[in-house]
């Protein structure tokens, strides 16, 4: 079992910045791959980032690609996103999810575990 605790979600014009953490508890870090996901109301969970256990391959949703980056910290067992020129689109609740298999993925079905989510509201 992993615990997943994400934090730093909050309210910001378009054009600021957050920086959101996701802290894992309950077994190895390194040992799990790592993404972030976020909902929109009235829309399906989508993908904004992935990556893999030494932090040296991640993926990107398009809409986020060169605005948002995901990096991770095994020694504090954290996996940081963190996110520039915010858009109103931007806005959702987001989660961070983690997988025991070897491979980054897209998708949220490949993943075995999720934290409770931090809200992001971007203002116009």
């Known amino acids: 079992q992993v615990q997943l605790v994400e934090s730093g979600g909050g309210l910001v014009q378009a054009g600021g910045s957050l920086r959101l953490s996701c802290e894992a508890s309950?077994?190895?870090?390194?040992?799990?791959?790592m993404a972030w996901f976020r909902q929109a109301p009235g829309k399906e969970r989508e993908f904004v980032a992935a990556?893999?256990?030494?932090?040296?391959?991640?993926q990107y949703a398009d809409s986020v690609k060169g605005r948002f980056t995901i990096s991770r910290d095994n020694a504090k067992n954290t996996v940081l996103l963190q996110m520039n020129s915010l858009e109103p689109e931007d806005t959702a609740v987001y989660s961070c999810?983690?997988?025991?298999?070897?491979?980054?993925?897209?998708?949220?079905?490949?993943?075995?575990?999720w934290g409770q989510g931090t809200q992001v509201t971007v203002s116009s």
């Open positions: 999810a983690a997988r025991r298999v070897i491979g980054v993925t897209r998708l949220r079905t490949d993943y075995d575990y």
């Open positions: 309950g077994r190895t870090f390194s040992n799990y791959r």
């Open positions: 990556i893999n256990w030494s932090g040296a391959n991640a």
